[in-house]
């Protein structure tokens, strides 16, 4: 059963930083790209950043380019988003997603339950 | 980017309806759309991808289709736990993967 469960949400504060965690089980991990994709409240949802399945390659929003890292570490099945220079528009729930099929799909089969982030003085 | 917009924002019906919802692309994305389901509180459930195809365990009452810049996801008999936003998702231009601002659909 694939299962994503991620960790390290919290309140910062503006400027702030913080690491996300998304640890998967139940698939190859190594084998599939992974999205972060954000919900902010009441509202609808925005994709984040993506990394392939060797972690050679990263992809980011344009609202979160030079501020947000993903990276992976398959040893750990684990997919991370350090969040840097937080801004209070960057408050969220944060969902981390599988592609669908092996490589990249942009296909999200799979979502954790996600984590809030809420960014506030 | 490829921008989504979905029609209409909310949609009231009642249980056994059929109800259809629509996403335009603001350009061609080919059949590269998917289709997700949101309750209150959940994580996005993948619905149809490809358009058209419908994802394992998802129940035949939904279906997708379009192509192009044109796209509708119909539920043939509206159950009660059918109640949920949706979204709409482009995969064919990426960076940046881009949803819709999706459909709500409520209980008359």
């Known amino acids: 059963e694939v299962q994503l469960l991620e960790s390290g949400g919290g309140l910062v504060q503006p400027g702030g930083s913080l690491r996300l965690s998304c640890a998967a089980s139940?698939?190859?991990?190594?084998?599939?790209?992974m999205s972060w994709v954000r919900q902010a409240p009441e509202t609808g949802l925005e994709w984040v950043s993506g990394i392939s399945g060797s972690g050679s390659s990263t992809y980011y929003a344009d609202s979160v380019k030079g501020r947000f890292t993903i990276s992976r570490d398959n040893s750990r099945n684990t997919v991370y988003l350090q969040m840097n220079s937080l801004r209070a528009e960057d408050a969220a729930v944060y969902y981390c997603?599988?592609?669908?099929?092996?490589?990249?799909?942009?296909?999200?089969?799979?979502w954790g339950q996600g984590i809030l982030v809420t960014v506030s003085s | 980017d490829i921008q989504m917009t979905q029609s209409p924002s909310s949609l009231s019906a009642s249980v056994g309806d059929r109800v259809t919802m629509t996403c335009r692309a603001s350009?061609?994305?080919?059949?590269?759309l998917n289709w997700y389901q949101q309750k209150p509180g959940e994580a996005p459930k993948l619905l149809i991808y490809g358009a058209s195809t419908l994802q394992s365990g998802v129940p035949s009452r939904f279906s997708g289709s379009g192509s192009e810049t044109h796209f509708t996801l119909s539920i043939s008999s509206l159950q009660p736990e059918d109640f949920a936003t949706y979204y709409c998702q482009q995969g064919f231009t990426t960076p940046p993967v881009t949803f819709g601002q999706g459909t709500k659909l409520e209980i008359k």
């Open positions: 350009r061609s994305i080919s059949k590269y």
């Open positions: 997603a599988k592609d669908q099929v092996a490589g990249t799909s942009d296909t999200f089969d799979f």
């Open positions: 139940g698939f190859t991990f190594s084998t599939y790209a």
